[in-house]
């Protein structure tokens, strides 16, 4: 039929897309776990082998593993509200009569999610200011003006602040795609369980939630993954402060390398993010494999 | 007894409508609050949170606009066209070949394409800065244009591959019966019938790369490379003390991604759901 040279011909068409993976995101992945063994001064462009001394002071970092906790309590208030709050409410929208409104109302949440998360953490950098913004306002109208804060400023409240904002900015994402998973199921199995006179509690219990498992396994994965790969919000909040404080490992990694010239350290961070969001990337496959096979 | 559900079935409707509303209003509040706060004098943002401003005047906007807006709007408008353009074409080239094409080591390329949406872009920050700076692209139009088609194009050809997989396999066939070679079957029959995936992940990648902030940060410096995001943040470090300066710009900034949004938001929600839901 086909010469084998015709057939390596059609290689041309994945070629552009291959160059620019491989050179783009894979070649410089596998340089990364290289540089983390580095010394490396880039302006002076002194290099260094050291081994794992890298990953050695990383062990040792309090910063760093201020970092990774950070990222978890991410990740934990995320599944929370971007997952589970997300879905149940995704089935309350449902429960509007008018399709329209609900068209509206979930339209609304998503609207945070179009806008830039540089926009979204600037808004919020004023909304947390202590002067000026919305939040200490609106508490001093409610009469409560003595549980203002310099919300950013203060080590206590500056990562549940930013962490609150992510909230805002990503719960109408996830709903949304939730209720495309809600639409999918098919509406016989809703109006079966009313006719036996199941409320609307326990057909979201036993209809809606395993109907929609593999949606929520899939959301939580993301979501997961992306806690891990927080930068934008804190970078414009906080920058990682106060006193290292809102400080996540995408912050940590830019600080140590670009702000204090540890280019090798900033690879070793690297590495452990990549690690990190490999497994769970290798879980999620892992998972939706076996339910594939299970069904 | 009918009359009993019926009433705290009312109650149950009016609670969700409550909640419902307010949640909205938590959404919507602070993006007026900043949309208003462009109107009004920096007095007024300390002294009257909650009025509407005293007079509408465009002259923050007009302020921003000047200092800097109009140069990060029109860098994000160049970035965001070539980037959509290179990566939409790219990844199109690639699911066809991946699906339409038998080509040799097929499973291996596609695992190695769609591979890269595993990894984080931060993960590879250093090794690219100085791969950039060898090649002369850092703080470059093209750093950006490169980075944005590169990290994207593993989401995109999964999402039109996808989509190809499910068109009949007569389509090429009856393209091959009239005649046609590869690259005219591509783009006269493939491609168009395409028109739908292929508008979901046009859309998806204006909205990533209108919003992205980490290469845009790190790959450019000079104001006439800087993109919107970025841009923001040098406009609130240089005018951080004029208040409505910076709201209106964050609301020029948003306005076009919303407006895209509204207008595509049937292809956007599509195009997420197939991504995530496969």
Redesign the interface.
């Known amino acids: 039929m086909?010469t084998?040279g015709e057939?390596?011909l059609?290689?041309?068409?994945?070629v552009?897309?291959?160059v620019?993976?491989?050179?783009?995101?894979?070649?410089?992945?596998a340089?990364?776990l290289g540089?983390s063994t580095l010394k490396w001064d880039?302006y002076s462009g002194s290099q260094e082998y050291v081994g794992f001394a890298n990953y050695a002071k990383l062990v040792e970092d309090p910063v760093f593993w201020r970092s990774l906790g950070n990222n978890v309590l991410y990740a934990v208030v995320s599944i929370a509200f971007q997952v589970f709050g997300a879905l149940v409410?995704a089935a309350?929208?449902e429960?509007?009569r008018s399709e329209r409104w609900q068209r509206v109302?979930r339209?609304?949440?998503?609207?945070?999610s179009?806008?830039?998360?540089?926009?979204a953490g600037?808004?919020?950098y004023?909304?947390y200011e202590p002067?000026?913004g919305?939040l200490n306002?609106l508490l001093q109208?409610a009469g409560l003006g003595r549980l203002g804060h310099s919300w950013l400023g203060e080590e206590s409240t500056a990562m549940p602040a930013i962490i609150a904002m992510s909230q805002?900015q990503g719960f109408?994402?996830s709903t949304?795609?939730f209720a495309?998973?809600i639409q999918r199921i098919p509406r016989e199995i809703y109006q079966a369980a009313a006719l036996d006179g199941t409320g609307p509690v326990r057909r979201f219990r036993h209809v809606t939630l395993p109907l929609v498992r593999?949606?929520t396994g899939?959301?939580s994965m993301?979501t997961i993954?992306g806690a891990?790969?927080v930068?934008?919000e804190v970078?414009?909040m906080t920058g990682g402060g106060p006193d290292n404080s809102t400080q996540v490992?995408?912050t940590w990694?830019?600080r140590s390398?670009?702000v204090r010239n540890d280019?090798g350290y900033?690879?070793a961070i690297?590495?452990v993010?990549?690690v990190i969001?490999?497994g769970i990337?290798?879980a999620q496959l892992w998972v939706a494999r076996r339910r594939r096979v299970t069904w | 007894m009918v009359s009993r559900i019926g009433f705290l079935g009312v109650v149950a409707r009016v609670f969700?409508?409550a909640?419902?509303l307010c949640?909205?209003a938590?959404?919507?509040?602070?993006?007026l609050?900043?949309v208003l706060?462009g109107f009004k004098t920096n007095g007024e943002?300390?002294g009257s949170?909650?009025s509407l401003p005293s007079h509408w005047s465009f002259d923050s906007y007009r302020k921003a606009w000047n200092r800097g807006v109009s140069d990060y709007l029109t860098t994000s408008v160049l970035v965001t066209v070539t980037s959509t353009v290179a990566t939409v074409f790219?990844?199109a080239?690639?699911a066809?070949?991946?699906t339409r094409?038998?080509?040799?080591f097929s499973r291996l390329?596609t695992g190695?394409?769609l591979g890269?949406?595993?990894?984080?872009?931060?993960?590879?920050?250093?090794?690219?800065?100085?791969?950039f700076q060898a090649m002369g692209l850092y703080n470059s139009f093209w750093a950006l244009l490169?980075?944005y088609?590169?990290?994207r194009?593993?989401f995109t050809?999964f999402l039109i591959r996808a989509y190809m997989l499910d068109l009949p396999r007569e389509v090429d066939e009856a393209a091959e019966m009239d005649g046609c070679g590869?690259w005219t079957a591509f783009w006269r029959i493939i491609l168009p019938m395409c028109k739908p995936i292929i508008t979901s992940t046009v859309l998806l990648h204006i909205?990533f790369a209108?919003?992205?902030?980490?290469f845009a940060?790190?790959f450019t410096s000079g104001a006439g490379v800087q993109t919107?995001?970025?841009g923001?943040?040098s406009l609130?470090s240089k005018h951080g003390t004029e208040?409505p300066v910076?709201?209106a710009g964050?609301a020029i900034?948003?306005f076009p991604?919303?407006l895209?949004?509204?207008a595509g938001?049937r292809h956007i929600?599509k195009g997420?759901?197939d991504g995530?839901?496969k």
């Open positions: 086909r084998i057939r390596a059609g290689l041309a068409w994945v552009p897309a291959l620019l993976v491989g050179v783009f995101v894979y070649f410089p992945l340089e990364n540089f880039i409410l309350l929208i429960g509007v109302l339209a609304i949440y998503f609207i945070p179009a806008i830039s998360l540089t926009v600037l808004l919020f004023f909304v002067d000026l919305l306002h109208a805002w109408g994402y949304l795609l495309v998973a593999e949606m899939v959301m993301v993954s891990f790969q930068f934008n970078m414009v490992l995408g990694l830019y390398g670009f280019f900033a690879a690297a590495t993010i990549f969001t490999l990337a290798v | 969700l409508w909640f419902l949640l909205a938590v959404v919507v509040y602070p993006l609050w900043m706060n943002i300390f949170p909650f790219v990844s080239w690639a066809y070949g991946l094409v038998n080509i040799p390329t190695v394409i890269g949406l595993m990894l984080a872009p931060s993960v590879a920050l250093v090794p690219l800065v100085k791969m490169i980075l088609t590169a990290f194009v593993p050809t590869r909205l209108w919003n992205e902030y980490l940060m790190v919107l995001p970025v923001l943040m609130m208040f910076v709201f964050m900034a948003a991604v919303v895209l949004f509204f938001q929600v997420l759901a995530v839901g």
